[in-house]
Every structure is written in structure tokens, then in C-alpha cells.
């Protein structure tokens, strides 16, 4: 079993509508990263968050610890939203990243 | 501008040739870090660095080398050791703050393939 399991693997969603991608872990961790990565490959940080919530334009990202999940919401979704979208925690003995499988995102126009 | 440079953005690889892929950061990071990114796969790291002239292995490390000579740069050698090289290579940089890493910058990564 991953360490992070993201869902769902793929998603597709009409423009506007409200999107939800989710990130469950196994391992402990001391915090947790949404990335994005772009058809070209480049991959940007989103959040980093350790507890609570945070946002960022229409974008939330939501952290519980105690359940070991975090919840990326994308609100008014655009076309230009379609991406891959990562989540990464870091844990470890050494504390490194470790990543999920990815979500890809497609919106319609 | 500050950020983190790759190249090649494609590289192509004989088969039993070394290949070097170049990392450079000018954001006065400490840590940096090679990861592998294969289909349906999330990314691996192949090794890492916290320190000039110091670097550990990742979960990854076999058939690859780095150095890391200058806190701005770590390069990667694929070696003809490493069986499976096509893939995407992305290097990230992170400052470290009490020993943690912050937030990873990413650079635009380097496509691999093998003749």
C-alpha cells in the first residue's frame, strides 16, 4: 500500500463547477505540500501546510491530522486549472518528501 | 530573477553512454534534491544534498551519481549502470530552517530518453 493515496486519479469538470481532490497517509508527518504540475512538466508549489486551512485565490487547501487526511477545493474552476495536482508529505527518517501518484485534472470550457 | 535552471530539456542517451543532466538554483538554498518521475508513478528521489560536498542517497539511487561542488549546483549522472533511464528528471531546491526543509522549488526538469 502507498504511503499517500491521492483520489481520484483523473477528474473532469464542466467550468465553474467546484472541485475536490483528496489525500489520505499512512506515515507520520510534519507537513504536507499541494503541487501542481503543467502539461510541460514544470511542477509549482500550491501550499504547505502543517494544520487548519489555507487559501490562496479559489484555491483551499484543508489538513486534519488526527484522521491523516488533507483535501485541495478549487473554487469557480477554469479551464487553465487542468493539471496534474500533487500531494506530498514530508516524513520519513529523514524527512524528505514523499509523493502521491498525482490527480489529473481536466476542465471543460 | 531567482529560480532554478535544467538542462538539457531533452536529453538522449547511447546505450551504454554516461549522461550528466545540470541542475543550477541562484536562491541561496541549502538542500537540494534529484527526484524520478515515471507514468502513473509519483516522483522518487535519487539523491539528495544538504551541504556542499555532502549528499545522501534516496530511495532510488542505484545506476546514478551526483556532486555537489558549489551550494548552487548538483548534477546528476545517469550511468550505464542504470538499466531503466527514460524518464523525467526534476530537481528541486528547499533552504533549511532548524534542520527542516521548507517549501521545494521546483525547476523545469529534463526529459530522458534512450536511443
Known amino acids: 500500500k502507498n504511503e499517500v493515496e491521492q483520489s481520484p486519479q483523473n477528474l473532469t469538470a464542466q467550468e465553474g463547477e467546484f472541485i475536490t481532490i483528496n489525500c489520505s497517509y499512512s506515515?507520520?508527518?510534519?507537513?504536507l505540500h499541494w503541487l501542481q504540475q503543467h502539461p510541460g512538466g514544470g511542477i509549482v508549489s500550491l501550499f504547505m501546510?502543517?494544520?487548519g486551512k489555507k487559501k490562496h485565490g479559489r484555491l483551499i487547501a484543508t489538513i486534519n491530522i488526527q484522521e491523516k487526511h488533507s483535501s485541495l477545493h478549487i473554487t469557480a474552476s477554469h479551464p487553465r486549472d487542468s493539471a496534474v495536482y500533487i500531494c506530498?508529505?514530508?516524513?520519513?527518517?529523514?524527512?524528505?518528501?514523499?509523493f502521491g501518484k498525482g490527480t489529473k485534472l481536466s476542465v471543460k470550457p | 530573477d531567482g529560480g532554478i535552471t535544467q538542462s538539457p530539456k531533452y536529453l538522449f542517451r547511447k546505450e551504454g553512454q554516461n549522461v550528466t543532466l545540470s541542475c543550477e538554483q541562484n536562491?541561496?538554498?541549502?538542500?537540494m534534491y534529484w527526484y524520478r518521475q515515471d507514468p502513473g508513478q509519483g516522483l522518487r528521489l535519487i539523491y539528495y544534498?544538504?551541504?556542499?560536498?555532502?549528499?545522501q542517497k534516496g530511495d532510488i539511487a542505484e545506476g546514478y551519481s551526483v556532486s555537489r561542488e558549489k551550494k548552487e549546483s548538483f548534477p546528476l549522472t545517469v550511468t550505464s549502470a542504470q538499466k531503466n533511464p527514460t524518464a523525467f528528471y526534476l530537481c528541486?531546491?528547499?533552504?533549511?530552517?532548524?534542520?527542516?526543509?521548507?517549501?521545494?522549488?521546483f525547476g523545469p526538469g529534463t526529459r530522458l530518453l534512450v536511443l
Open positions: 544534498s544538504q551541504i556542499v560536498n555532502d549528499f
Open positions: 506530498a508529505v514530508v516524513g520519513g527518517s529523514q524527512g524528505n518528501l514523499i
Open positions: 506515515v507520520g508527518i510534519s507537513a
Open positions: 501546510l502543517s494544520s
Open positions: 528541486a531546491s528547499s533552504k533549511l530552517a532548524g534542520g527542516r526543509q521548507e517549501t521545494q522549488y
Open positions: 536562491l541561496n538554498h541549502d538542500a
